[in-house]
Every structure is written in structure tokens, then in C-alpha cells.
């Protein structure tokens, strides 16, 4: 089975010629390695970029505690069952991220994105406080608000405290100012124009069309359109159930518990000071921060038809 | 029939057993992941697609590992000809990889509350990172159970002076599994950095560590099967092993492209990388020619069938479907979509998974003193798993390249309502070549295990003719076989480069999609029709001289 004592295997010289040879290799690869990391390449390290004051090494930590790139994927690598994440912060923005991530089941619309912008922290990163400025600087923004605005994801909804939307804001911001060789490559076509692709969005705008013509009639019908068109059903369902925030069925009339120990009972009053306020109480077991405040978003009519809309869910599902 | 001379041999059962069950489960969640790409909703919020995902790579892995410590300790005795050294250890390491194993399948479900366990910057519990989403817990123990191994090994083995090549393969094999592992044990900052150093794990123990103890394995498998001289196996092993360090170690750079690591990668890359299939090709020719070197036939079909579809299937998926997307020009398209499945489900389940199942049905019936066994349920699983696999492969990679024309040429990036409604066809098409291999998963892993234990159920000899497609396969032949499968694999290559022709980047999709459903097509049932052929013409040769074959190999192993 093996070479007897003294007598010289057949592959001996063989073997040391091409141990000689791999280390040749592993000389070329070991000087490529250094060369790749110097300093002087200028590749930006996450250490020096951070986002409206959250670091993104920490980001890269949540990155990695949720596994988001075992659905997505970054540089390329991860699981090709979702978008790539690496250019994302750059062709979106931060108000967009901000909007989307608390509440991933739901595309942000528009209302929602603006919010975000009267942060000023949020705003100085983006480079503008105006959701019209923000649309035009960033048209992967605007492309997701105008086609799929309001309707529900394929990404379910992650417990991500503030602080952890923000830290992973930050990490995307480094990767998107990576320099990755020019990977992902750049389409040359104009996607959306080709008729090719165009049958499936044409055929959604129909059905949101369809929605949009029938004149609202009540007041809780008005205040639905409007949940539905400001963005907070992409956080509250119309059942019992927990999304992001309270489900809306039945949450009128009932006694909400607050993280304080005090207690109240949900009426137009409590309501509305939640939509425009929501800091004011947190409820017990949500944590704050987490539902941006509407006023100045919406005048105290649209609040009141919103309130008018969650008291018709009294009995559940209406 | 070769008896077990000794009884250190028996460890491997345990081994052989616990990869079984582990496919199994792999199947049953790889099964999972296909219904949640077709309705994303599948069990969101309950268990999310990236834990079903984990679980899938990580007990691919794991089981692979079983397979592996299962064949080593089967031929370590007979390498050493003497018992394994410290068998109190290759039984703590039985069960230090079943806690592994169970303690990693429950960690990685808290990836959907965000919890790492970070602890000194280490994440304790998992770390979200694909292939390495194990925590540092589990990390540390697989460490020691690595190093276990080796200890077994290094001590078991004659000294060093006395090695031939099969001995220098697993023994460097195995140190290098250990030290390999160690680059993936730190939490790293920078994105270039950590996957520099992922892939040090990924690729080296893919290209550099597993691969050399599958060349190592299936020479001495060879040896057994087919009473082959060991000088000249240990000569394929040898140059094997060499053009496997030659090419993979900077070869390694294809995955260095667009990391964030300078350009200059995508030359060495392209350039080593294409040079992988070498060795393959080599593995290829010489299991063709030890099969063929003496007439006599086989006397476990089913084993020497899963070592066939492991060298064909590392040639195919590793080789070929690898040098596709191995140039930087391929690869800037293919990277990050599904084309690259198609290229990674057939090269790890077709190289090392097959090599596992074949060394447990070489094994399993000798640790169990079974001399004729039903040899039909082995067979018919082989042919179940190699086209469910193919099947799988053809799949994801005409799912792939729609993918690649949506996302990449066209930019529509709406998973959910543009890329994934695109490629529902492919979508479909998994689960149903899924089931197929689902099916053949269970009869072997039910075959495996009560083999012997069950009621014996009487052999029956089905003559096969010896002429035509049961003749012998002739080198030529076999050549032929090899050209078209590496003319197949031209074409898919030209068609990831036709991504780059203006007419293309117009939004064309006419040269791609073309390219893609001639070549893949093409080369998968080149090869199905490939191994059928080996397979026919190996069942075909005369049974009479079987005994005498083994009591050949009693004598060759006794040399």
C-alpha cells in the first residue's frame, strides 16, 4: 500500500517541484492580497461613514443579526430570492429606507417618504427637505412610490427598533459608495418603456385606477382612502391583528394600557392626539419612536375622518 | 467480499448513519424553499425564507462533513493497516456533531428577531452570513471536532516517511479542513474584508480541502472497487491533487471580482479559474480508465454507480458549468442570480454528496455482513436523484438567465412584481424535479438504513446484452462523451457573454435565450444519456468472474 522504508516514492521529486511551484502561487496571491487592502486605493471602510449620527459598523452587525442576505443579497452574494442591496441607499435615498424598513410588509407611499423628510437629521442626509426635490434626486424613489405606493411586499415586517433602522441605513450608505468595479452593471434599456415588460405594471394601474374613480361617500370611507393613501395601512390592519402598530378592528372603544401603568379608553380624542402625537402615550409593549407623528401632515378634517374610519372597524373586519 | 479486518472500521456506521438522516432533512427543507419562490407568503413571520435557507446550506454542509469523517474512518485502517488511533475520541466527535448540528438548527430561527448573541464582538448564537451562518459557539466546537479528526488521522497513518499519495491527500486534507475553518471565526468590518475571507472558508475547502479528499477517496475507492494499482491511482491522485492546488489557490479570485476588491483580481481570476476543470477532467478520465481496466463486473452496482455520478457530476457542475461564469465577462452577469445555482447544487450534491452515498453503500453492507443484498432500490434511487438533480439544474439555470435579462439588462427590480412573475415557468419547474429527487432521497436513505436488517429479498439477474448501447465504452467513445458535454458548456458560455453585445443591452433577448436553451438542455441530457451509457455497458459483463474479482481485491488490499 505505501512506499517501504527507504525505497523513494515514485511522486517524490515530483512532489517537492510542485510544492515549489504552489508557493509561487501562494507568493502571487499573498502580495495581491496586501495590494488589495492598502489604504492608498482609497475604498471607503465603514468606520469613517455614518449616518445621521448612527455608525455604520453597528449597521453591518444588524445586517448580519437578521440574516438579511439570506434573501438578499450584497456584493452579489447571498440568495437571489430578493433584490441586491448594495447600490440600494444610493438610488432610493434615506427618507425612503426610513419609511420602508420600520414597516417592510408595505411599500411606503408618498406621504410616508415625505414624513420622513421633516426630520432634520433625515433631510441634511438627503440633501432636501421637499418630497418633490427628493422624488427627482432620487428616481428609484419615485418609481416605487408612484407603481407599487400602498400595496403590500413579499419581505414580512422585522422587529427593527429605531436605532436599528438607522444603523442599517448607515451600512447601506457604505456599501452603495463601495467601489465594486462597476458591478451591478447599468442596464443600457429603457426597462419600463419596453413592451415587453410592460404588460404587468399596466395591467396593476388599472386595478389602482379602478380603486381611485368611485367618489368617496362618508366620512369613514373617506378616511379608508386616506389610510390607505397616506400609508398607515402599511403598519395597521383593518383586523384585530398586530402588524407593525395595533391592528384597527375593534381598537375603538377599547381600554389601551400605557407603558406608564395609566390607562385609557380608545375614543375620537385619544385617537386623534395618537395620529398627531403618537409620543405623547406610548402604549404598552410598542416602542416609541416607531409611528411618525402626523401633524402638519394632516389637517384636523383628514385626522377626524381616519378616527371616523377606525370607529367603523369597531366589530373586526367590517 | 472483502470481510472487516478491523473493527475500528464499525466507527464509520455511526457516521454514514447521521449523514443519511441529515439529507433527509436537507431535502425536506430544500423542498420548503422552493414553495416559498413560488408563494413568497409561505410561512412569513412564522419561518422566514432566510432561516429555511440556512438551515438548507447548513445541513448541506454538515452532512456532507458526516460523509466525509464516515469515509475517512472507513479507509483510515486500511491505509494504516492497523486499528484508528483513540477511538474515545471519533466517539466524542459523534456526538459532539450531533449537538452541533441540533444546537445550529435551533440558533439560526433567531435571525427573525435580530438576536446574534453578540458577546466581545463575536456573534455567539448565528451570524447571518451565507454558508458560515453558524454562531461562534458552534464554530469553536467545530474546531475541536476538526482537529479531532486530524489527530485520528495524522496518529493513525504510518509515518510520514511510509506515505504514498492517497496518505499525503487526506492527511494534508485534513489539516487543511482545520486551519481553513479558521479564517471564518472573526467578525469583520469591512464588506471587502469579510468576504475576502469568506470565500477563504467557501472556496478553499471547496476547491482546495474537499476537493482533495474526494480525488483521495475515489482513488482509494477505486483501489477497491476495481482491484486498480495503487502506484498508478496514486499517480492520478498525485496530479489530481497538484492541478487542484495549481489553479484553485488563485483561482480562488474569481469570487474576488466584484467584492470591492481592486480589478486587477478579474485577470488572475479569469485566467487560474479557467484552469480548475483540469483536474476534473483528470478524475474524470482516470476513474474511466481503472473501471476499464480489467473486464470483470461489478459487484456493487449501486455504489459504483453513486461514484460515477459524483466524478461525472463534479465534471459537469464544477468543471463545466463553473468555467462558464468563471470570466469576469460571464461572471458580471451571472453573479448573484440563480445561473449560479444551477452551477452550485450540481457541484456540491453531485461531487461530495454522491461521494458520501457511494462510500455508504460500498460500507454499509460489509459493516453488516451482508455478501448479496438487493441491489434494485439502489439503483433506482441513483437514477431518481441524478435526474432530479439534473432536472433541478436545468431549472434554476433557464430561470437564471431570465432572471439576468430582467434584472440586470432590462433594471426592473421589483422582485415581486417584474423579476419573480418572470421566472414563475423555472419556479415551477423546481419542486417538480424536486420531487423527483425527494423521492429517490427517501428509497436510498430507506435503503441505507435497513440494509441488512430487512428480509432479504431474492437477486435477480437481468441479463444485459453486450453489444450496442450495452457494449463496451470504448476511450473514444468516452472522449466523444466529454467533448460534446465541453461543447455544451461552450455554448452556455457564449451565451452569458452574448449579455454584453449591444443588440442585447437594447433590451434583445433573442441570442442569451437561445444559447441558454440549447446548451443547458444540451448538456445535462448528455450527460444523463452519458452515465446511462457507462452504467449499461459496466451492468453487461460477465457475472461469473464477480467472486473471483473479490477475492482480487482481498489480495491487492493484503499487498
Known sequence: ?318 | MIRIEYQTQRLSLRFFLLMLVLFLFQTAFGLLLTGQHIDPTLLAGTLNFNVVRAEHTNLGILWVLSGFIGAILFVGPLLSKRELAAPGLIRLLFYALLAVVLWNVATQVLAEQGIAGWWLGQPLLQEGLEYLEAGRIVDVVILVGFAILCHVVWRSFPPISQWNEIHWGLGIGVLALTLVWIFGMFFVERIDLQEYFRWYVVHYWVEGVWEVIHISLVGFLLVLMFRADVKSVGFAVFWGISLVWLSGLLGNAHHYFWVGTPEFWQFWGSLFSALEPLPLIFCFWHLYLDAHQDGAPLANMPAFAFLLGSVVLEQVGAGILGFTMTFALTNVWSHGTWVTLSHAHLALFGTFGMLGIATAYYAIPLMRGVGQFDQRPGRLAFWLVFTGMLGLCFAFAIGGTVQVYVYRTLGLDWFGGEVAPAMLFAKLLVPVFGLVFTIGAGLLVYDLLTLGLRAPAPAVARPVAATGWGGRLSGWETGLWLLAMWVFGAVITLGLLSFNLRTVQDGSMLFPYLMAGIGYPGLLLTTLLFVARFLRSLAARDPVAAADQAVGVAASLAR
Open chain 1, 1 to 318: 500500500m505505501s512506499c517501504a522504508a527507504g525505497e523513494p516514492c515514485e511522486e517524490g521529486g515530483r512532489r517537492r517541484r510542485a510544492l515549489a511551484v504552489l508557493g509561487l502561487m501562494g507568493a502571487i496571491f499573498i502580495v495581491l492580497s496586501l495590494a488589495s487592502f492598502l489604504g492608498s486605493r482609497g475604498q471607503v471602510v465603514p468606520a469613517s461613514v455614518s449616518y445621521a449620527g448612527f455608525d455604520a459598523v453597528q449597521g453591518k452587525r444588524v445586517f448580519q443579526a437578521y440574516n438579511c442576505m439570506g434573501c438578499h443579497t450584497i456584493v452579489g452574494n447571498g440568495a437571489y430570492f430578493a433584490p441586491d442591496l448594495t447600490k440600494l441607499y444610493g438610488r432610493v435615498g434615506p427618507a425612503w429606507l426610513e419609511a420602508f424598513l420600520p414597516s417592510a410588509g408595505s411599500w411606503p407611499t408618498s406621504t410616508a417618504v415625505a414624513l420622513q423628510l421633516r426630520d432634520a437629521a433625515t433631510a441634511g442626509e438627503a440633501g432636501t427637505a421637499s418630497i418633490d426635490t427628493y422624488l427627482k434626486k432620487y428616481p428609484a424613489a419615485a418609481e416605487r412610490v408612484e407603481r407599487r405606493g400602498g400595496h403590500t411586499t413579499l419581505m414580512p415586517n422585522l422587529p427593527l427598533s429605531r436605532n436599528e433602522v438607522r444603523e442599517l441605513i448607515a451600512f447601506l450608505k457604505y456599501s452603495s459608495t463601495m467601489n465594486t468595479e462597476g458591478w451591478p452593471p447599468t442596464p443600457r434599456a429603457a426597462g419600463l418603456a419596453l413592451a415587453k415588460a410592460a404588460t404587468l405594471p399596466a395591467a396593476q394601474a388599472a386595478t389602482v385606477a379602478a380603486a381611485t374613480t368611485t367618489a368617496p361617500a362618508s366620512a369613514a370611507q373617506r378616511g379608508a382612502d386616506l389610510a390607505q393613501s397616506t400609508g398607515c395601512m402599511a403598519c395597521h390592519s383593518k383586523g384585530g391583528e398586530r402588524l407593525v402598530g395595533p391592528g384597527w378592528g375593534g381598537l375603538y372603544g377599547s381600554d389601551v394600557a400605557f407603558a406608564d401603568g395609566s390607562s385609557a379608553r380608545a375614543d375620537d380624542a385619544y385617537l386623534t392626539q395618537s395620529i398627531v402625537d403618537p409620543d405623547a402615550r406610548v402604549v404598552k409593549d410598542y416602542v416609541p419612536h416607531v409611528m411618525p407623528a402626523y401633524a402638519g401632515v394632516l389637517d384636523t378634517a383628514q385626522v377626524a375622518d381616519i378616527v371616523a374610519y377606525i370607529r367603523s372597524l369597531q366589530g373586526g373586519q367590517p
